[in-house]
């Protein structure tokens, strides 16, 4: 499947999720990551977040089944190239 994640943690945990979610997906921009993952590794993933997390972080997925599916417009500074859009 393909994901877009977000997160918003406290500072304190940021380096831990930024390290995490880079374990999984590609970093494109700030606390924002996409990437096909399989339903087990996302499910590892969110377990893992969920220890890193606490009572006022959250974490926001996207899926789709296929990324064919997203259009995606950049307008300013792109924080890092994905190669496998068209």
Known sequence: MY???MYD???KRTTKMLKLCRRYL???HNSVFEGEISEVQ????TIEAQDIMKEKDSLIL???????????EIIGDEKASVSNFL
Do not use: A, G, N, T
């Not at 996302?42 to 993933?45: E, T």
């Open 3 to 5: 994901v877009i994640l």
């Open 9 to 11: 943690v406290d500072q």
């Open 26 to 28: 590609s970093w494109i």
């Open 42 to 45: 996302l499910k590892q993933l």
């Open 62 to 72: 996207f899926k789709s089944r296929v990324e064919k599916w997203l259009e995606k």
